[in-house]
C-alpha cells in the first residue's frame, strides 16, 4: 500500500529565512509527488508536481522541491520565507502503475508558521 | 474565470436528517472526488468519479451517497447512517482521471451536526 509520511506537525520559521517541508513516500513504480497548500478555511491550491525529469522542481508563489529517489523523499523549499507563507501544506503521491485511475495519497498536513 | 464552486460553506445537520453537499465545475474535467478533511487525519478520500455517469466507492464511503448525471456537477449526501459527519468536505476535481496533472479544489464546506 502507497503511503506518505510528514514527520512534522508544525515548522517555524523566521522571516526571511529558508524554510523545508519534509516528506517522504512509498508506492510502487514511479512515483507522481505533489505539493498542496491550504489556507484556514479554504480548500488545497496545488504548488508544484514531480512526473519526471529534473530532480527539482519549481512551482508556485516561489515554492520548490527536491526529489530523492534513493531515499524516497520529496520536501518542500523556499528560499525566503514570507509571513503570508503561514499555512498548512500537503504533500501527495500517486502510484506510477501505467494506466487506469491511481489513487492519490495525501499526506496529513505539516503547518508553516512564518515568524514576523 | 473556471473553478469549482461548492455549496453551502457551512451546513448544520440534526441527528437522523440526510444532507447535500453542492459541487459544481466549470474546468470540463471529466474526474471529480470527494474528500472528507479531519484535524490530524488529512484528506480521506469518499467517493470519486472519472467520468459522467459513473462513480466508484473510496476509503471511507459509508453513509455517503453520490451521483454523477452531469459532467459538471457531482453532489455529496450524507445519510443518518454516517455517524460521525462532523468535517470539513472537499470536492476535487483533474482533467482525467488518471490524476498525473494535479486536482483542481473547491473552498469546502463545513459540516456540522446540532
Known amino acids: 500500500a502507497q503511503s506518505v509520511a510528514q514527520p512534522e506537525d508544525q515548522v517555524n520559521v523566521a522571516e526571511g529565512n529558508p524554510l523545508t517541508v519534509k516528506c517522504t513516500y512509498s508506492?510502487?513504480?514511479?512515483?507522481?509527488l505533489f505539493w498542496y497548500v491550504q489556507y484556514p478555511n479554504r480548500g488545497l491550491q496545488f504548488l508544484l508536481k514531480?512526473?519526471?525529469?529534473?530532480?527539482l522542481v519549481k512551482g508556485s508563489y516561489g515554492f520548490e522541491a527536491e526529489f530523492n529517489k534513493s531515499q524516497t523523499s520529496f520536501h518542500l523549499k523556499k528560499p525566503s520565507a514570507l509571513v503570508s507563507d503561514s499555512a498548512l501544506y500537503f504533500c501527495?503521491?500517486?502510484?506510477?502503475?501505467?494506466?487506469?485511475?491511481?489513487?492519490?495519497?495525501f499526506g496529513i498536513g505539516t503547518k508553516l508558521q512564518v515568524i514576523p | 474565470d473556471g473553478g469549482i464552486t461548492q455549496s453551502p460553506k457551512y451546513l448544520f445537520r440534526k441527528e437522523g436528517q440526510n444532507v447535500t453537499l453542492s459541487c459544481e465545475q466549470n474546468?470540463?474535467?471529466?474526474?471529480m472526488y470527494w474528500y472528507r478533511q479531519d484535524p490530524g487525519q488529512g484528506l480521506r478520500l469518499i467517493y470519486y468519479?472519472?467520468?459522467?455517469?459513473?462513480?466508484q466507492k473510496g476509503d471511507i464511503a459509508e453513509g455517503y451517497s453520490v451521483s454523477r448525471e452531469k459532467k459538471e456537477s457531482f453532489p455529496l449526501t450524507v445519510t443518518s447512517a454516517q455517524k460521525n459527519p462532523t468535517a470539513f468536505y472537499l470536492c476535487?476535481?483533474?482533467?482525467?482521471?488518471?490524476?498525473?496533472?494535479?486536482?483542481?479544489f473547491g473552498s469546502g464546506t463545513r459540516l456540522t451536526v446540532v
Open positions: 476535487a476535481s483533474s482533467p482525467d482521471f488518471v490524476g498525473v496533472y494535479g486536482y483542481t
Open positions: 508506492v510502487s513504480g514511479n512515483p507522481y
Open positions: 514531480y512526473i519526471t525529469g529534473d530532480n
Open positions: 501527495a503521491v500517486r502510484g506510477g502503475n501505467s494506466g487506469g485511475y491511481q489513487k492519490v495519497t
Open positions: 474546468l470540463n474535467h471529466d474526474a
Open positions: 468519479s472519472q467520468i459522467v455517469n459513473d462513480f
